[in-house]
Nanobody
């Protein structure tokens, strides 16, 4: 079972930037499709971005062009670089993994998410004016 944990959350002003990090120590990312999800106050969980082992990415339309997902498979670290943050981006951000298969990164926007069997605890991001 892959174990994940997130860091990098915090408070930032509208228009600001933040980098979230997702780490694992007991598994390499080479065999997993990785995703970032978020859940804001009173909102349903939504997929934000995903990346497959080859580096193919997919983004939710609301973050396209502002968020960038990347990974360093050698050290088991994934990042979510967020810029031009908006108040509606306030949420708990979670990373998740599923065993890789072709086009797995597409699931972040199309669903289903059942295959994402490993989840971190989340890191909180607050965006305020």
């Amino acid at each position: 079972q892959i174990h994940l944990w997130e860091s990098g959350g915090g408070s930032v002003q509208t228009g600001g930037t933040l980098r979230l990090t997702c780490r694992t120590t007991n598994y390499s990312f080479r065999h997993y499709c990785l995703g970032w999800f978020r859940q804001g106050p009173g909102k349903r969980r939504e997929g934000v971005a995903a990346i497959d082992p080859a580096g193919a990415t997919n983004y939710a339309g609301s973050v396209q062009g502002r968020f960038t997902i990347s990974q360093d498979k050698a050290v088991g670290v994934m990042y979510l670089d967020m810029k031009d943050l908006k108040s509606e981006n306030t949420a708990t951000y979670l990373c998740a993994a599923l065993p890789s298969w072709p086009q797995c990164q597409a699931l972040i926007t199309s669903g289903p998410w059942d295959g994402f069997g490993a989840w971190g605890q989340g890191t909180w991001v607050t965006v305020s004016s």
